[in-house]
């Protein structure tokens, strides 16, 4: 009778161990699988992008503190194929590690700055004059702020990689018809946007609130980009995505490190981001000069003390 228990109990074990062995071989194959179509989407991505990068850019960046927020000046520029071109978009990405806590500082363009080695003129032509490096200086001269790296990226490239991102489009309610200067008609609602027009989007300033309201809008354009990076429905975007942002992306980063900041905030699915925009309400004024145009003047300590309050300093 014990022999004839047995019998069943050795067929179960048996069963379970073909179970058992046929799942773990189909993990492994789903792993490879999915590797070898990660690297083919990635060496496709890069291709597509490898020609764009401008590997002459002088940068020179303050070193990351132990327990420090790391600082990233990150700007848009309408190049249109030229060398020299305005900053049209600036903003510093603070990240908290540890916390995984993201900030960003929007700074209007407008801002009426003293770029060292010139005269004042308005904050955006300072990447005009002198690069990334004479922008970083200008604004760390300003607001006392360490800037460790810089992200820079060109419309065009920008356009290309929301498409490889979010071939559907990204999703945005637009608040009212949009098409003054900015190469694409908008209309008024929810929809999803193609790259041009997301692009056209973040850069329309063609009513009453002007640059407030275009820094405004890029802002809701990073967290519509974040949420579309964290979405797992375009998981399968994400290699080719990389391997274009690694050549699209102009950055002091290495290229390994470049791709793990963006793995980094993939895996862990909870970049909370809270947003400023400098200058701060009430603290600044317009005025207009023959050299520079119409610029915002502010109040540099004020927003100096906003900046630190709003990083926690």
Same mark, same amino acid.
């Given at each position: ?25 189909? /993990? ?7 590797? =070898? ?11 597509? #992008?490898?020609?764009?990068?401008? @590997? ?15 600082? =990233? ?49 308005? /904050? $955006? ?9 004479? /922008?970083?200086?200008? =604004? ?15 419309? %065009? ?6 498409? =490889? ?27 999803? @946007? ?32 974040? $949420? ?15 391997? #274009? ?8 980063? %290495? ?59």
């Amino acid at each position: 009778m014990d022999e004839e228990r047995q019998i069943p109990t050795r067929r179960k074990r048996k069963k379970r161990l073909r179970i058992g062995r046929f799942l773990t071989l189909f /993990l492994v194959l789903v792993i490879v699988i999915g590797g =070898i179509y990660a690297v083919a989407q990635y060496s496709i991505g890069y291709k597509l #992008a490898n020609k764009e990068v401008d @590997l002459t850019i002088d940068f020179e960046g303050d070193k990351l503190q132990s327990g420090e927020r790391e600082n =990233i000046l990150v700007l848009g520029v309408d190049s249109r194929g030229q060398k020299q071109a305005r900053s049209d978009t600036m903003m510093l990405v603070s990240w908290d590690k540890k916390d995984n806590d993201v900030k960003i500082i929007s700074l209007m363009r407008d801002i009426y700055a003293d770029i060292p080695g010139y005269q004042s003129y308005k /904050l $955006n032509t300072a990447y005009y004059l002198g690069g990334v490096q004479l /922008l970083k200086n200008t =604004i760390q001269q300003m607001f006392d702020l360490p800037i460790h790296h810089y992200a820079l990226i060109d419309f %065009s490239s920008f356009e290309s990689l929301v498409d =490889i991102l979010a071939p559907e489009g990204v999703p945005i309610n637009v608040e009212k018809d949009m098409s003054e200067k900015i190469g694409v008609s908008l209309i008024q609602g929810q929809q999803n @946007l193609t790259g041009k027009e997301l692009l056209g989007y973040a850069r329309f300033r063609a009513d009453t609130e002007g640059d407030f309201g275009r820094v405004a809008r890029q802002q809701i354009v990073m967290e519509a980009l974040k $949420n579309e990076l964290l979405s797992i429905g375009n998981l399968s975007n994400t290699p080719k995505f990389l391997g #274009a942002a690694e050549g699209y992306i102009e950055t002091d980063y %290495s290229r390994a490190d470049k791709a793990k900041r963006i793995i980094d905030a993939l895996i862990s699915g909870k970049l909370e981001i809270e947003k400023l925009t400098i200058p701060v309400e009430g603290t600044y004024t317009f005025n207009s000069y023959k050299h520079a145009g119409s610029v915002i003047e502010i109040n540099t300590e004020k927003n100096k003390q906003a900046i630190n309050d709003f990083l926690g300093k």
